[in-house]
């Protein structure tokens, strides 16, 4: 039977029903009458016709006085740097334009971003323009000068050091050897000193285990790009987890390998994860199922025993690849961790899929430590404590005891929850504002170099350190000097400090030998009993969103209004449930449920989630924190609008009350969870609905068939001598739109694309797109011009899910271009479909006419809110006003910038010349874009493969776009498959 793909329940419970399969998620009624808007638009048009009327600000540039040398205006020059988006330490390029970085992209030949960047590296540039960010040092909640608090600061250390006082700097993972000299020579300064690290997404129980199984507490480098068997137990590698750039880089290299076999891909999990969604095999398990499950299949590879089942299945696979395989488990618990170790080892897997001798520092917090701390703090040792790159008040368990330091000192760039709280806030500079270095994994050093002068009167958090040493020096120094004397002599390629350090300024990074060995396996490892399961518990599992993975960024509106890429829900965290437990339980989605479990109890709007254990309830992390209360006034306000934060007057509700610590490590998991309905409602924005592909019930084709939109191709049928999309030829439309030069089109493979939305971020931020708000989302108002439209399906193989990316399909014969009364949409020779904003009345018949559904009407000046975050702009693009319609232009400014660089060079423009924002921002590699009418391009070549297809080829308006099959590689023989609009 052909696997069918549904968007929602509603669409797989009732396929023939030809209505619409939207989801109402808002259970409270609009209640505004006829008269209610006669009345109050009344006040609101003359208002608005009144400030209309007004002049336009007078605004004056400012020439040069003496030119900048390599500065051209108008003109963008571009830096390598490192991102400080997490921890991945992911190679970054950034656009500057006249002083101002305006786009971030990934770094083409960084060994470990390979040119991808995710959407939260490309959403923290908005960091810099942060209205909220402090712009000067607080002392005791007043605004100060930095003299001021290096005097006190000073003063305080004193004291402290004369009396024995413990003092600690807590921070997040460092992996900049700068940053760790300056941590280590400030505590050599101090009679009782330490640093403690932790993470929000924690990995302390994989580098203990590794400390029991291999004598070194390290983080291995997980090599998934020479895996032939990848078993993942609640991992999510291609989202949040550790490095999800180079992980999905690695994982999608090697599930499209042009010969030999594709990687086999099977995740355990309890709730439905990006990573989840893209596996051949995904076994929905319940916490417990899955410690069991990772029990017996070790003691099946280990002991040689028989099995059955599940684990009999997963340890076959994984004996049929010994050396050629991995196992991951994204647990906090060190039990589970040690298991995994032991069936890596088992298979040898260790220096081929894991490298311990070349390991990983993106995680490299200690739970145990941290607990020790807040011990520490509650038993009055603690006289100072230091806290920079973190907000352990708001993300730790019992994180409010901090406050309690009779000395607090927060380096936040922006007010939190432990900025709040100190004495002293010395904040420090954005990413893209500062000097500084890193090396994420053993040997390969980068550096981060400012884009762009600071834009208030912050300092480096290096340079505090050194100033409170006495040994005050400015970060450049620092960078250098430790370069000069920890990174230069570990290579030998370049024998002058200053050459090597403009060669690794203009790369973004160096390759230097690793200064670590590799531990030898104990063999004596424990590996304990296997875990009891709880057949009727039902069990409460936080995970932390690709969108939004740590609190750190709930200050970034473009990461809160990016739909999740499982739920497509924006503006808010909520309780997932599966359909078994919410029939049970009769839940609805937009219920709000009270969750009680370990004494704790929170209540969040419900969401029923197909795929999820019907013995699990997952929440959110990172939500919830004070600084979300911003977002009180973000969006268009008139008299049926509504707020986008809650109740509480913030996105969400923070979940980290259900942290439990046990042994001192963190558990992100907790069983006996008690779910109760409270009678109210919460109305979720969820995209996932708002433009479903249908086909009237009046316009189906006979026999009720389905069109095509989501394809898939068994991958015993890639052999198949099967043509790629060949044009009918029949056609009622004339030719009148010769392309005789170049011919713009895209390729997109929906088997590489994870769904992992960084191209919709570099689309937004490349293009000008506008925040909308969670009031005009629920709309079915986003601006979005790029959209990723998630299916799913089920076999014999569990629940799958695909991602298809959809834009404007520059159609060469767009049904948009014919109902247009004004030629504000049109046809340039390129093939590009064009809009005239100029032209646009907004009468929206292009909108109604759009098979794809990809065009955004412009309802609100959603860009006229005034402040810094305007800096961002970039100005190759026009700023749209309301009233006018605006979609996908293939960035045609970056096609005419490529050949106006071509011209002046002499030259033609070459294939790779001209990459989208899309494109260029995918970690996947799954966009190609080019010119068609090359045959040699790669986009063409790609458009001929035997998985391409067009969506609604039926309708013959040609699109440009071609997509790639997703490929299954299934137990059972699954037959070519298609989804329907």
Known sequence: MPSRYWKSLNERDRPHDREDHATRLDAEPDGASRRDFLRLAGFSVAGVVASSCSRAPIRHAIPYVAQPDGVVPGRARWYATTCG???????????????????VEGCPDHPLSAGGVCAVGQAALLSVYDRARFRAPQLRGVASTWAVVDADMRSRLDTIRRGGGGVRVLTSTVHSPSARGAIGRFLDTLPDAAHVEYDEISASAILDAHLVTHGVRALPRHLFERADVIVGVDADFLGPWISPVEFTAGY???????????AWHAQVESRVSLTGGKADLRISMAPDEADALVFDVADIIENGRAGSGAAGMLAERLLAARGRSLV???????????????????????????????????????????????????DQRIAALLVSRANPVFDLPGGDVLTTVPLLVSFAERPDETSAAAHVVCPDHSAFEAWGDSEAVAGVASLTQPTVRPLGHTRAFI?????????????????????????????????????????????GHAAVSAATTAGAFVPATPNSNRPPAVPDAVHLVLYHKPAMPAGEHSYNPLLHELPDPVTKIVWDNYASIGPGLAAARQITTGDVVRIDTGGQSLELPALVQPGQHDRVVAVALGYGGAMTERFKTIGHHWFQSRPTVGENGRIGANAVRFVR?????????????????????????????????????????????????????????????EPGPVESPANLWPEDHPATGHRWGMVIDLHACT?????????????????AGKDEVRRNREMHWLRLDRYFSEDADGQHMAS???LCQHCAHAPCETVCPTLATLHSEEGLNQQVYNRCVGTRYCMNNCPYKT????????????????????????????????KCTFCVQRIQDAKIEARRLGVPVKDGDVQTACQQSCPAQAITFGDMNDPTSRVAVAARDRRGYTVLEALNVRPSVTYLKVVRQSSVAVAESEHDG
């Not at 991945?88 to 786009?103: F, Q, W, Y």
């Not at 769904?755 to 506008?770: F, H, L």
């Not at 065009?855 to 100005?875: A, C, K, Q």
């Open 85 to 103: 988006g997490c921890a991945a330490g992911c190679g970054l390029r950034v656009k500057e334009r006249d002083g101002r970085p305006i786009k």
């Open 252 to 262: 999608a290299r090697r599930r499209r390998q042009a010969s030999g076999p594709l």
């Open 328 to 378: 991951v488990a994204g647990s906090g618990d060190l039990a589970m961790q040690i298991r995994c170790n032991r069936i890596n080892q088992a298979l040898g897997n260790y220096g081929s899929t894991l490298d311990l001798g070349r390991p990983s520092q993106q995680r490299r917090g200690d739970d145990r430590a941290v607990a020790r701390l807040l011990q520490d703090v509650r």
């Open 463 to 507: 340079e505090s350190l050194s100033m409170w040493a006495g040994a005050p020096a400015p970060a450049y120094e620092l960078v250098r000097r430790t370069w000069r004397e920890t990174i230069f002599p570990r290579q030998t390629a370049v024998p002058d400090f200053d050459r090597f350090w403009d060669a690794t300024l203009e790369a």
């Open 661 to 721: 610590v046990d042994d001192g490590r963190r558990g992100t998991t907790a069983s006996g969870v008690t779910l109760t309905r409270t009678g109210r409602t919460h109305a979720l924005a969820c995209t996932q609905d708002h433009h479903t592909l249908t086909v009237p019930a009046r316009l189906a084709p006979a026999g009720g068939e389905r069109w095509p939109i989501v394809q898939d191709i068994a991958a015993s049928d890639l052999a198949s001598s």
């Open 755 to 771: 769904g992992c939305s960084a191209c919709v971020v570099g689309c937004q931020i490349e293009n000008n797109v506008p925040i």
């Open 804 to 806: 298809q990316p959809m």
């Open 855 to 886: 065009r955004r009407f412009n309802w609100f000046e959603y860009s006229r809110d005034p402040g810094t975050e305007h800096l961002i702009l970039n100005p190759d693009v026009a700023v749209r006003s309301r009233g006018v319609m605006e």
